[in-house]
């Protein structure tokens, strides 16, 4: 991969530097990358060797712990979070379970995520439950995922075990032997609800083992089939320790948001919606602060930072980490220091495309505000952009 690729996704993947290569239509070497493995757990988010505690979040954090509480008394809870990308929903959903974690070892924590591309995969925000209840990853191979849906499923389920392990191998697409094969006939009407009623099956295994927090992450990616499967599942078990949370960008047009919003019609008060907004711009500040410690960091540079990053903990660590790569601030011993070309920040390409992506879900109307007030400048009265909307654009 080029040295571009190489730049976003360092963090996501094992790569070892091939040097300058000459290549065909290319006047200049170009600086190559090779790919020689995925890192294991990687998030692709922060920033390399620098760590800051969690900033402004402890009211979200105390309200889900409290909801867990409940669950865990015997009624079950469902929690959504949402806020932009960026804000911080992987970052609390994580802090809260290490602090469940570390008070409870019998709770135990599901968690399926959906992939950026997967709106169009079926099931498979589904398969990605089915793989946390068994433990393994979605680099398993088959031999290891079968004997592991086998295990798992016979410790849970005891004797009623095959008939869930069947369906769910057929879920995740497993050779069968024929035994199990024979029992998927005439399955497709009736898949959704027998990978519901399996799935139901298990989690209530689970729960009679200690209490159980039940999470979907990113649903704005999630697929139609999974969504529909989810739905069906939730309501089934209200009754069981259980705490589900909903994570979610906060996109309604989303096939995903059906879960956000089905949530709020099957339960009522018993769901509650946890907003992040964006860091009021004290805590922004001690975020940048406790990031680096850079005692020579000019002030404006730091207001820079502030202002590009508009609140956003990820936009934050974006601009921080362009100022590392271009040299502009780096680490001498354990402080920091800023260097001559700490001027002229830009925004980085890593937030162009996010960026892009707000702008283009904003009504037709806003983004033709925007475009013009874009063409006058970084600073205009209201008046200015006042005349120019009403010119007619052809
Ligand atoms: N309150 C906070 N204090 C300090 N750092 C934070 C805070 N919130 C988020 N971060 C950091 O900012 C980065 C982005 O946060 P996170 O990945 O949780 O965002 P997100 O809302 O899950 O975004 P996405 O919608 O893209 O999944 C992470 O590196 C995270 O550790
Ligand atoms: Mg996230």
Known sequence: MSGATHRFIAALVESVDVGPLDLKGKTNAVQAYEVTGLKEGATGRGLTGIHAPMIGRDAQLAHLRELFGIARAGQGRVASVLGEPGIGKSRLLAEFRASVEGEDSSVRWIEGRCLSYGKTLPYHLVLDVV???????????????????????????????????????????????????????????????????????????????????????????ADAASTDALLMLMPLAADLPLLSILSSRRDRDAVGWRLVSGARDLFGDALTEIRLDPLSSDQARSLVAN???????????????????????????????????????????????????????????????????????????????????????????VTILERLLEVPTT
């Open 131 to 221: 793989r946390s209840v068994i433990g393994v990853s979605s680099s398993a191979s088959e031999p290891e995922v079968r004997e592991a849906l086998q295990r798992v499923m016979r410790e849970l389920l005891g004797d009623g075990w095959a008939e869930p392990y069947a369906y769910l191998g057929h879920l995740l697409s497993l050779k069968l032997d024929p035994e199990a094969q024979a029992r998927l006939s005439a399955l497709d009407r009736e898949a959704i609800k027998r990978y519901v009623a399996s799935l139901l099956q298990i989690v209530r295994a689970i729960s009679t083992r200690g209490p159980v927090v039940f999470v979907f992450e990113d649903l704005h990616w």
């Open 291 to 381: 990031l680096l410690e850079i005692e020579s960091l000019p002030q404006k540079t730091r207001d820079l930072i502030l202002s590009k990053a508009e609140g956003n903990p990820f936009f934050v660590e974006e601009v921080i980490r362009m100022l590392i790569d271009r040299g502009a601030i780096r680490r001498e011993g354990n402080s920091w220091i800023a260097t001559a070309s700490v001027v002229g920040v830009e925004i980085p390409d890593t937030l162009q495309g996010l960026l892009l992506e707000r702008i283009d879900r904003l009504p037709k109307e806003s983004r033709r505000t925007l475009r013009v007030a874009s063409v006058i400048g970084r600073q205009f009265g």
